[in-house]
């Protein structure tokens, strides 16, 4: 992607929030960054690893930490499997939700940075948790 030059490494968001940039916090966050979608544990982990040992419970757990430090964050599919995504996409810091796209042939998960979550009202006393709008449909590599 074009705007992948302007993007933040991952060595400079750690060091932006004064976090210890372990190897694994810096690949993962590394991976989440370069990629195009949403990635599973598995995926990641598959990423990560290139040839070396990742472990799963590090890894699972640096994930979460990236959640918290909202340097990612998580949504499930369809399918309840948790997908993960850098929280910041070419550069540009996520403001508040914004809406996913799956796709229901492939399990795809993308962001759409551009489209905001709308804020819906709620009856009184009625408190919010998360709210997650899913464009559900067909990606082009499954349109194609
Ligand atoms: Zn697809
Ligand atoms: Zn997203």
């Known amino acids: 992607m074009s705007t992948a030059a302007r993007a933040p490494t991952a060595e400079a968001l750690l060091a932006a929030r004064g976090a210890r940039a372990t190897r694994t916090r810096l ?3 590394g991976v989440l960054l370069a990629a195009r979608e949403a990635l599973t544990h598995h995926e990641i982990e598959r990423r990560v690893g290139r040839g070396q040992d990742v472990d799963r419970v590090t890894l699972y757990r640096v994930l979460e930490w990236l959640v918290e430090q909202e340097l990612a964050h998580k949504l499930a599919g369809e399918d309840r499997v948790w997908r993960y995504s850098a929280a910041d996409h070419g550069g540009r810091a996520h403001a508040g939700a914004h809406a996913h796209f799956e796709c229901s042939d492939c399990g795809r998960v993308v962001c759409l940075d551009d489209t905001a979550v709308p804020s819906v009202a709620l009856p009184r006393g009625f408190r919010r948790r998360e709210v997650e709008v899913t464009v559900k449909g067909s ?6």
Request: glycine content about 0%; aromatic content about 0%; overall charge neutral.
């Open 139 to 144: 990606c082009d590599d499954c349109v194609r």
């Open 27 to 29: 690949r993962a966050l």
